[in-house]
């Protein structure tokens, strides 16, 4: 079954604008990855949060999570044509167990 | 050098066919995955390995068999292929170190495309 879902499903941006994504889980985790997919390609590993953390930064992404709420945003800043893909968060349940979202299809028009 | 790979790229096969997937990754990982990638885009997990061992194994049906020939190696085997079975299959690999977890390497994906 699934575990994480995104919202919005699609968000459609400005270059240079930011871009802010959801994603809400329904049980304990141990930590939350989002991917960034690029059409016909694979998954790429943007970011890792672990469950004690609440904050996190890569360059231009930022990533929150409440554990309270079961919810994680991740924020991209200054945002450019390249940024456009699909944006996945995942989070392990168990072991190993990782479960991925249906992903938010992010727009950045030039 | 290509981190996990996977051939072919594209399969187009019909019903009954059997049909296998290979998957190879050179980061030295200890654990590799399966998942199927729908039309609506979600991913789910179908397998990992760890070590040659299984230690996921989802509802999937018994048609599907990963083989594991050596810690670089995670093929996907098919049977009796079913029009359902279309779908993107992505191979991916992950360093996992007790039980932290590391990101998880993506294959580029293989189109399965039964008729």
């Known amino acids: 079954s699934q575990q994480g879902e995104e919202d919005p499903q699609a968000l459609s941006i400005q270059e240079g604008e930011n871009a802010t994504m959801n994603c809400s889980y329904k049980?304990?985790?141990?930590?939350l990855q989002w991917y960034r997919q690029n059409s016909g390609r694979g998954l790429v590993h943007l970011i890792l949060?672990?469950?004690?953390?609440r904050e996190k930064h890569s360059g231009r992404l930022r990533v929150t999570l409440d554990t309270s709420k079961k919810s994680s945003s991740l924020l991209i800043t200054a945002s450019r044509a390249a940024d456009t893909a699909s944006y996945f968060c995942?989070?392990?349940?168990?072991?190993?167990?990782?479960?991925f979202g249906a992903g938010t299809r992010l727009t950045v028009k030039p | 050098d290509t981190a996990v790979s996977q051939t072919p790229k594209y399969l187009v096969t019909q019903m009954g066919n059997d049909k296998s997937i290979k998957c190879e990754q050179n980061?030295?990982?200890?654990?590799m995955y399966w998942y199927k990638q729908d039309s609506k885009k979600f991913l789910k997990i179908m397998f990992s390995?760890?070590?040659?061992?299984?230690?996921i194994n989802e509802t999937v049906p018994n048609r599907f068999s990963p083989k594991s020939p050596d810690k670089a190696h995670l093929n996907l085997h098919i049977n009796s292929l079913e029009l359902g079975d279309s779908a993107v299959y992505f191979c991916?690999?992950?360093?996992?170190?007790?039980?932290?977890?590391?990101?998880?390497?993506f294959g580029p994906g293989t189109r399965l495309t039964v008729t």
């Open positions: 991916a690999s992950s360093q996992v170190r007790g039980r932290r977890y590391y990101e998880q390497y």
């Open positions: 049980t304990s985790i141990n930590n």
């Open positions: 949060i672990r469950s004690n953390e």
């Open positions: 995942a989070t392990d349940l168990v072991y190993n167990d990782m479960r």
């Open positions: 980061l030295g990982h200890d654990t």
């Open positions: 390995y760890n070590n040659k061992e299984l230690i």
